[in-house]
């Protein structure tokens, strides 16, 4: 999976040079051996100056924002962002010793996924000592469905560029075509069309180059963060198991305490001696 997202992103970094090595070879038009007058050419500068600069500057910046988008992504979709060893580990401990004050500083310390929901359970139910198990469990229900739309919403800017950019290749060949065919109406053949619509159909390769990658780094991102939600669903199901076990042995201490206190009363009252 490594080579292939390596051998991907060196396609996209290159495919600028492609583009502009096609330009230079679809640039100059030949002189027709029976022409009484040479035919006006048109070099790559040219057709950016007079209409494909705009597209072909918008290629280019969707292109530089994929490639950052990539790096990005592959910086900070990763397990230890999202869970980790480390701070599972610190929960249990903390969890089980049913020191709630302390774990709320560790999950500020903390940048994971997994230390958000924790905190806000947490939060919510030292705040709200009276409140059930069930409402606690909704409150990280609730954050824990936030947290996956972040990092689900994260990557699909990538799939935005991926549909983007072919649309604004095909539009600056749209372009491109309707002004080659308007130069037959100034006495321009046919067959001298050919290389105005060969230099329109760069725009759509450039798309399409810029596209395709996009929507393939999306597609093993997508699969990555897929596998994270699932690992943080997995150790929030753990934690929440933790917390319903204190929950059940606290009430069974205050039952028992109320009833202790009961009997000690119904002692002390001289009616029942």
């Not at 502009?20 to 070879?25: C, H, R």
């Not at 936030?146 to 990538?158: C, F, K, N």
């Not at 006495?187 to 596209?211: D, N, Y």
């Amino acid at each position: 999976m490594r080579t292939l997202s390596y051998f991907i992103l060196s396609f996209l970094l290159t495919g600028a040079a492609a583009f502009g090595q096609a330009a230079a070879e679809a640039g100059p038009v030949a002189e027709p051996a029976k022409a009484s007058q040479a035919i006006p050419t048109e070099s790559f500068l040219d057709i950016l100056h007079e209409g494909g600069l705009f597209f072909m500057g918008a290629l280019a910046l969707l292109s530089f924002v994929a490639v950052l988008l990539i790096f990005f992504y592959f910086l900070t979709i990763r397990q230890g962002t999202v869970v980790s060893d480390k701070f599972m580990n610190a929960a249990d401990a903390l969890i089980r010793k049913q020191d709630y004050l302390g774990l709320i500083a560790v999950c500020n310390r903390e940048n994971e996924c997994i230390a958000r929901v924790v905190y806000k359970t947490l939060d919510f139910a030292t705040k709200n000592p009276t409140a059930s198990f069930d409402e606690v469990r909704e409150v990280t229900e609730a954050e824990g469905s936030r947290q996956a739309s972040i990092l689900s919403q994260r990557i699909t800017y990538l799939n935005d560029i991926g549909r983007i950019a072919p649309m604004v290749g095909l539009l600056g060949t749209v372009f491109g075509m309707i002004k080659a065919f308007n130069s037959i109406g100034a006495g321009v053949k046919q067959m001298e069309l050919a290389p105005g619509v060969a230099q329109a159909l760069i725009t759509t390769a450039g798309g399409l180059v810029i596209g395709i990658p996009a929507l393939m780094f999306y597609s093993i991102f997508r699969g990555k963060v897929q596998k994270l939600i699932s690992e943080m669903e997995a150790a929030m199901t753990h934690i929440m198991a933790l917390l319903a076990a204190q929950y059940k042995r606290a009430n069974y201490r205050a039952a028992t305490r109320r009833e202790t206190n009961e009997m000690e009363e119904y002692a002390r009252d001289p009616r029942n001696q």
